[in-house]
């Protein structure tokens, strides 16, 4: 017998030397170290994605995304004497909810759910003549954490409802609800990339206006009072349409009331990939 045959061997030496079903005790060690780090991450993602984390003082539940603890930060945009609005708003990727019910002095008023200056908002606005100007623009997700509790991507907004306003909206990807029935158009214009998207302009009274719609990909909604004198000309690439309470006539819907001689509501409506629904309520 050998002298290294008679040296006696360290137990963690035996251990690596063992062999179970022709697989060596480290390479089951590995394997439950691996399995230990895959399940942490797991467990971290689901917290996340469930929002169980505590939350921290002072903040509360978004009402658009209810597994995530926001803090709303709340910016009111005055008039400051104009008797006309231009507002344009340009979010990357978030949920936008837009209508009207601003204060009375204010042409705009914008809650961000977050109070973290990373995620706030570039808005500039101006004055020129009778127009007050806003624009309202996402700076980006540069430096941002996967897993981030502070997300700013839900935008609650008001519009003034009386003085004639030029609107547009430019969503690259989320789900949008805007509800504007109750303001005072001039023109309207909106751009959404992805993501599904409900225009209400139920129980609109205000003057005659210009609309172009442009949807990429998701599901579009459109209403539309029954006694307006309304017509949309819809550019469909792939997908139903859904027509309720229209007079259809080839790519051109109009209300039961239209009156071509009378002011009309001129809507162009670009639908690329997704159901269109159109209602006249």
Same mark, same amino acid.
């Given at each position: 017998?050998?002298?290294?045959?008679?040296?006696?061997?360290?137990? *963690?030496?035996?251990?690596?030397? *063992?062999?179970?079903?022709?697989?060596?005790?480290?390479?089951?060690?590995?394997?439950?170290?691996?399995?230990?780090?895959?399940?942490?991450?797991?467990?971290?993602?689901?917290?996340?994605?469930?929002?169980?984390?505590?939350?921290?003082?002072?903040?509360?539940?978004?009402?658009?995304?209810?597994?995530?603890?926001?803090?709303?930060?709340?910016?009111?945009?005055?008039?400051?004497?104009?008797?006309?609005?231009?507002?344009?708003?340009?979010?990357?990727?978030?949920?936008? =909810? $837009?209508?009207?019910?601003?204060?009375?002095?204010?042409?705009?008023?914008?809650?961000?759910? =977050?109070?973290?200056?990373?995620?706030?908002?570039? $808005?500039?606005?101006?004055?020129?003549?009778?127009?007050?100007?806003?624009?309202?623009?996402?700076?980006?997700?540069?430096?941002?954490?996967?897993?981030?509790?502070? =997300?700013?991507?839900?935008?609650?907004?008001?519009?003034?409802?009386?003085?004639? *306003?030029?609107? =547009?909206?430019?969503?690259?990807?989320?789900?949008?609800?805007?509800?504007?029935?109750?303001?005072? *158009?001039?023109?309207?214009?909106?751009?959404?990339?992805?993501?599904?998207?409900?225009?209400? $302009?139920?129980?609109?009274? #205000?003057?005659?206006?210009?609309?172009?719609?442009?949807?990429?990909?998701?599901?579009?909604?459109?209403?539309?009072?029954?006694?307006?004198?309304?017509?949309?000309?819809?550019?469909?690439?792939?997908?139903?349409?859904?027509?309720? #309470?229209?007079?259809?006539?080839?790519?051109?819907?109009?209300?039961?009331?239209?009156?071509?001689?009378?002011?009309?509501?001129?809507?162009?409506?670009?639908?690329?990939?997704?159901?269109?629904?159109?209602?006249?309520?």
């Amino acid at each position: 017998m050998s002298t290294d045959d008679q040296k006696p061997r360290h137990p *963690l030496c035996m251990a690596c030397n *063992l062999q179970i079903g022709g697989i060596s005790a480290t390479r089951i060690i590995l394997w439950l170290v691996a399995l230990t780090i895959i399940s942490f991450f797991i467990g971290f993602g689901i917290l996340a994605l469930s929002g169980d984390f505590p939350p921290q003082p002072g903040q509360a539940v978004s009402p658009f995304r209810h597994t995530t603890i926001l803090t709303p930060n709340t910016t009111v945009i005055p008039l400051d004497g104009a008797t006309e609005g231009d507002v344009r708003i340009t979010l990357g990727a978030g949920d936008l =909810s $837009l209508q009207g019910g601003a204060p009375a002095t204010a042409l705009m008023e914008s809650t961000v759910f =977050s109070t973290a200056a990373v995620w706030q908002p570039e $808005l500039v606005q101006g004055i020129n003549g009778s127009v007050k100007s806003v624009t309202m623009t996402e700076k980006g997700h540069k430096g941002k954490e996967w897993f981030a509790v502070d =997300s700013p991507n839900n935008w609650a907004i008001s519009l003034n409802d009386q003085v004639p *306003l030029r609107l =547009s909206v430019n969503v690259g990807a989320g789900d949008n609800l805007l509800d504007l029935g109750t303001l005072n *158009l001039e023109t309207l214009k909106v751009q959404t990339a992805a993501g599904d998207t409900i225009i209400d $302009l139920g129980g609109y009274h #205000g003057e005659r206006y210009d609309a172009v719609i442009n949807c990429g990909v998701g599901d579009l909604t459109l209403r539309v009072p029954r006694d307006s004198n309304t017509r949309i000309r819809v550019h469909n690439a792939l997908g139903d349409i859904d027509n309720r #309470g229209f007079v259809q006539d080839d790519d051109q819907f109009v209300t039961a009331v239209f009156n071509s001689s009378q002011a009309v509501n001129e809507i162009t409506l670009n639908q690329g990939i997704g159901s269109l629904t159109l209602e006249s309520i």
